[in-house]
């Protein structure tokens, strides 16, 4: 049970000083009448809230897809450049929100942001094997060693040892090729390719789990995903 301004004010579209002033002008109700004071408390999951007699629709967290673009960080603040959470529309806006997993400024695609931190941690722990998929534009194509190494486990330049991964080309012509890895230690994609004498002139996230990104998305565009999404995210390879 929760104080019913807070459970309010968490789903981003009121402040706490605005739902006090809802609940003064009566346009709170409870299980469909109408409270007075603030300090009511309830269970969101159980008890219906509504707002002028539309329900709240409560949710305890926000899990967004977002195509990044290039040049937009993965943070929370900057003070130099756009961030990923000023992407994030108007309506989906809450506290506690944050990307799970950082792509670089210049790589685009898939970020997940959310505000639930265990299943950021979850889908994030290289332990439960959940694979991150990477479109890369190469300066020359995948070799048969490179698979060999991917599989392996490619070491990096300063010697941090990678756990395996995939590697597979995507076109006979040109230097593309589709990356699978679990981790996500920085730059980690570029350098496994400058391990192996290689270099990523482009790098796109397309898959989180085994949920594709929505390619009907703009880049720079963001939408909620659905529960059965959120499963697919959670398989493993
Ligand atoms: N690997 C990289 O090198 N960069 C990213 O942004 C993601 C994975």
Redesign the pocket.
């Known amino acids: 049970m929760e104080r019913i301004d807070k459970i309010i004010a968490s789903q981003g579209k009121f402040s706490r000083s605005e739902v006090k002033k809802l609940v003064k002008d009566g346009r709170v109700t409870l299980d469909g009448a109408v409270i007075k004071s603030s300090d009511i408390k309830a269970d969101p999951n159980i008890n219906d809230i509504a707002i002028d007699g539309k329900s709240i629709g409560y949710k305890k967290h926000l899990y967004l897809m977002l195509n990044k673009p290039q040049g937009v960080v993965?943070a929370t603040e900057d003070t130099d450049h756009k961030t990923v959470i000023d992407l994030v529309p108007k309506e989906f806006k809450r506290d506690g929100l944050f990307p799970a997993?950082?792509?670089?400024?210049?790589?685009v695609g898939f970020v997940l942001i959310t505000d639930d931190g265990d299943f950021a941690h979850r889908i994030l722990s290289p332990k439960n094997h959940i694979m991150?998929t990477?479109h890369a534009t190469l300066q020359r194509p995948v070799t048969d060693e490179d698979i060999e190494a991917f599989k392996k486990g490619v070491e990096l330049k300063d010697g941090t040892l990678c756990l395996e991964a995939q590697v597979r080309a995507l076109d006979s012509d040109k230097p593309m090729a589709e990356?699978k890895?679990c981790e996500?230690?920085?730059?980690?994609?570029?350098?496994?390719f400058a391990a192996l004498g290689n270099k990523?002139v482009f790098?796109k996230?397309v898959k989180m789990g085994e949920l594709s990104l929505d390619e009907s998305l703009e880049e720079g565009q963001c939408r909620e995903i659905t529960p059965e999404e959120l499963r697919l995210i959670q398989t493993k390879d």
Request: aromatic share 8%; no cysteine.
């Open positions: 993965s997993g950082r792509l670089d400024g210049d790589t991150k990477y990356i890895i996500g230690k920085y730059h980690q994609v570029k350098r496994m990523v790098l996230r």
